[in-house]
Nanobody, 114 residues
């Protein structure tokens, strides 16, 4: 059974940075970060293949967010720079089995003040 647990959210001023972490136990085919802002649908933010060789980003975060992994720690990261108030959301990490985002963390709140 794959377990996923994220951490690292918080409150930051616009233009600031935060780094989210996600510890994943078990074998997965890829990992991604999603977010849900108040009153909005959950959306894809960034993803990385199981090998770590392929990444994908939502257009609005390209150049500001970076997804990465530390194999030795079974930990995946989302470095978020130049944060904007519209980045405020609950962020979730998810582990992919095949093409399905099957395993989800509990979410961590990111709040960006203007």
């Amino acid at each position: 059974q794959v377990q996923v647990e994220e951490s690292g959210g918080g409150l930051v001023q616009a233009g600031g940075s935060l780094k989210l972490s996600c510890v994943v136990s078990g074998r997965i085919d890829g990992m991604g970060w999603f977010r849900r802002a108040p009153g909005k649908e959950r959306e894809f933010v960034a993803g990385i293949s199981g090998s770590g060789t392929s990444t994908d980003y939502k257009n609005s975060v390209k150049g500001r967010f970076t997804i990465s992994r530390d194999n030795a720690k079974n930990t995946w990261y989302l470095q978020m720079n130049s944060l904007k108030p519209e980045d405020t959301a609950v962020y979730y990490c998810s582990a992919r089995a095949g093409t399905t985002w099957r395993y989800w963390g509990q979410g961590t709140q990111v709040t960006v003040s203007s």
